[in-house]
């Protein structure tokens, strides 16, 4: 085999090799569960959220949740913030005064608040639909929760209540202004790129060996 053929088989295999690198990342590294990293954070990402749960040194992001527009996957828009700095359990802040240990499943990130004479179970579940944070206890609590939508600024959400168990759903989607619906989506990207570069590579090997034949022809009738 000469130099040149060597040189093609490479880029053809490289090129192939390296559509792929989108679908591997989308299908076993980053999508549909809950990821930790540094010092105990926790993230989730599905084709509609992103979701981020800090970590035990910051109160803040307990969870934050953002939507990822379909035109524009890759540009997060901060939905709404639940805060532990400014959330109260029994007149005892959520950040402060309780321990707080994270477990994961799959779909769910539990996290448990406990304290000598309560526990508080924090479950937040993502969906392709929505993403729903729920407190829950095996007695009853009183609590005062803060949340921060960050659409147009910030504009704090106060709630109280008192009760063994409360749930919020939130849901929400974003779409570039006087566009329908588009039929085609980022997310088939990953799937899209590897058929596209084998049908690039094919074509040119069939381009070359075409070009050589004719090459060949010509120089024979010539001679």
Do not use: C
């Amino acid at each position: 085999m000469n130099l040149k053929y060597k040189l093609t088989v490479f880029f053809a295999v490289y090129i192939i090799a390296l559509s792929f690198i989108p679908l591997v990342h989308d299908t076993m590294l980053a999508q549909g569960k809950w990821i930790g990293y540094g010092t105990g954070a926790y993230e989730y990402q599905n084709q509609h959220y992103f979701v981020l749960f800090n970590d035990p040194y910051d109160g803040s992001s307990k969870p934050h949740i953002h939507v990822n527009p379909d035109f524009a996957p890759a540009a997060r828009i901060s939905l709404l913030e639940f805060s532990d700095w400014t959330s109260w359990v029994n007149d005892h802040n959520f950040f402060n005064e309780f321990n707080a240990t994270v477990r994961t499943n799959p779909r769910e990130l539990d996290v448990t608040y406990a304290r000598p004479e309560i526990v508080i179970h924090k479950l937040i579940e993502v969906s392709s639909e929505s993403v729903k944070v729920t407190l829950t206890s095996d007695q009853e609590f009183r609590a005062h929760l803060e949340i921060w939508p960050h659409e147009k600024g910030f504009n704090r959400i106060s709630i109280d209540f008192v009760n063994s168990e409360m749930s919020f759903t939130v849901s929400g989607s974003m779409q570039a202004v006087g566009t329908t619906s588009p039929t085609w989506s980022y997310a088939l990207l990953p799937y899209v790129l590897p058929v596209v570069a084998i049908g690039v590579v094919a074509l040119y090997l069939l381009v070359d060996k075409y070009g050589r034949t004719l090459k060949n022809r010509a120089t024979g009738a010539s001679s």
